[in-house]
């Protein structure tokens, strides 16, 4: 019995290294010296090559949150498809649906484009009358359903960063 449970603990962990060394490790898509500097956040690993880290503390500012994944060699979240786009709203709906983190991406005239220049065609909903009237316009996901709202850039939000 003794012997089955030493096994049973040692493969338990050689298992949580191997997970732990996808996050963490160099090959993986997560940069450990992120997983040091949040403070509180989760992390996700979307088709084992980009990683997503949901960052809830500190809240910052459109342009701080951009700025804050830049300093770790990513950026803030681009959700190019409708594939990417469900599974990032259920990794947030996991953690909390009441989230309603910055993406990276921002209105430029009538248009809005992602942080790498490219247009998104993809609909965004106005927040309220007093964001319609209020400028700059930034994206955040809407809370729990997986729409894009503009949201006045200056409002301090959680943020989903993004590395490859």
Partial sequence: MFKEKMNLLLISAILLTTALGDFLGDDGPCPSSAVAKYGKFWFSVYNNKTCYGLITSPKLKFEDAKNFCEKSNGTLA????????????????????????????????????????????????????AQILSSPFCVIFSKGSGDWRQFDCDTELNYLCEWN
């Fill in 78 to 129: 681009m959700p190019k498809s409708p594939k990417l786009n469900d599974y990032l709203l259920k990794f947030i709906n996991d953690m909390d649906p009441t989230y309603m983190p910055w993406l990276g991406i921002r209105k430029k005239n009538k248009d809005y484009f992602f942080l790498d220049d490219s247009k998104s065609n993809r609909q965004v909903l106005d927040h309220s009358l």
